[in-house]
């Protein structure tokens, strides 16, 4: 069971916004750790597309952004484009665990 | 900018034992902590261990602990995942990973199948 719970799909369609949640808890994300975003296609290694809670990797563009507030994070896609269909994984680290925790995923979908 | 490559992909027969390896260019390895994560088939992402190329200190997952050695070469630095009796349930994607000034880098994963 992920530490970290995300929605386990969201859809869209093209043009519009969507934000995926991110819910940890007080031993990660409550606790200050910061909360990286990732894109992954298919048969790929996953890529940051936020890292430190809201800033963006170089070529990363500015449609997407991040959040962070108490236990919880969010990402946001504006302006969806069909290249923007893929699995989004949040990852924080955990004090208890002391180590990386994600979240199970969350599946895009530009409908 | 940092870079890692990790070792070609493999297949184990049941109760054997993997090696994986990652080297890492771009930046000063003993300043890096190396985190190992597995993807199963279809499946999210699981934090395996992380050790620190400085001092060799290790964290491991519980779950996996009595199974999972991570070790560290600086002299061609180079970070292993050793992962010993294989089950079915081992099959995935492994993937090596560092933070450096905050951005997380990833290699391009080792593809592991266990079979009989």
């Known amino acids: 069971q992920p530490v970290l719970t995300q929605p386990p799909s969201v859809s869209r369609a093209p043009g519009q916004r969507v934000t995926i949640s991110c819910t940890g808890s007080?031993?990660?994300?409550?606790?200050?750790?910061?909360v990286h975003w990732y894109q992954q296609l298919p048969g790929t290694a996953p890529k940051a597309v936020i890292y430190?809670?809201?800033n963006r990797p170089s070529g990363v563009p500015d449609r997407i952004s991040g959040s962070k507030s108490g236990t919880s994070a969010s990402l946001a896609i504006t302006g969806l484009q069909a290249e923007d269909e893929a699995d989004y994984y949040c990852?924080?680290?955990?004090?208890?665990?002391?180590?990386?925790?994600f979240g199970g995923g969350t599946k895009l979908t530009v409908l | 900018q940092v870079h890692l490559v990790q070792s070609g992909g493999e297949v184990k027969k049941p109760g054997a034992s993997l090696k994986v390896s990652c080297q890492v260019s771009?930046?000063?390895?003993?300043?890096?902590?190396i985190n190992w994560v597995r993807q199963a088939p279809g499946q999210g992402l699981e934090w395996m261990g992380w050790?620190?190329?400085?001092?060799?200190?290790?964290n491991y997952a519980q779950k996996l602990q009595d199974r999972v050695t991570l070790t560290t070469d600086t002299s061609t630095s180079t970070a292993y995942l050793e992962l010993r009796s294989l089950i079915s349930d081992d099959a995935a994607m492994y993937y090596c990973?560092?933070?450096?000034?905050?951005?997380?880098?990833w290699g391009q994963g080792t593809l592991v199948a266990v079979s009989s």
């Open positions: 990973a560092t933070q450096y000034q905050l951005l997380p880098y």
């Open positions: 771009g930046y000063t390895f003993t300043s890096l902590g």
């Open positions: 050790i620190s190329a400085y001092n060799g200190n290790t």
């Open positions: 007080s031993s990660n994300i409550g606790a200050g750790y910061d």
């Open positions: 430190g809670n809201n």
């Open positions: 990852q924080s680290y955990d004090s208890s665990l002391s180590g990386w925790v």
